[in-house]
Nanobody
Framework: QVQLVESGGGLVQPGGSLRLSCAAS????????MGWYRQAPGKQRELVAV???????NYANSVKGRFTISRDNAKNTVELSMNSLKPGDTAVYYC??????????????WGQGTQVAVSS
């Protein structure tokens, strides 16, 4: 069984910074893309940032220039560094990995989510 565990969420003032981390564990054969998604109350879950196994990144327009995604393939971790946070960034942030487990098929694996609240 593969698990993703997020950490680093919390309450921060507008203009502040926060760093989210996600660690994948279990019997993992390989990981292709990793990314962060978020869901605010009453809204659809949306892509925030993704990074593929070659290190190529894509960002939502709303966070471009403020957020940075990175990964450590040796540790099976992905981070999201968030700067200049706005109240509109408030959401539950979910880590996702496109991976292949040992004795399994390629699929998406999701973390449980971590709350980010931006408020004064």
């Amino acid at each position: 069984q593969v698990q993703l565990v997020e950490s680093g969420g919390g309450l921060v003032q507008p203009g502040g910074s926060l760093r989210l981390s996600c660690a994948a564990s279990g019997s993992i054969f390989s990981i292709y893309g990793m990314g962060w998604y978020r869901q605010a109350p009453g809204k659809q879950r949306e892509l925030v940032a993704v990074i593929n196994d070659d290190g190529i990144t894509n960002y939502a327009n709303s966070v471009k220039g403020r957020f940075t995604i990175s990964r450590d393939n040796a540790k099976n971790t992905v981070e999201l560094s968030m700067n200049s946070l706005k109240p509109g960034d408030t959401a539950v942030y979910y880590c996702k990995a496109d991976l292949v487990p040992h004795a399994g098929d390629r699929s998406d694996c999701w973390g449980q989510g971590t709350q980010v609240a931006v408020s004064s």
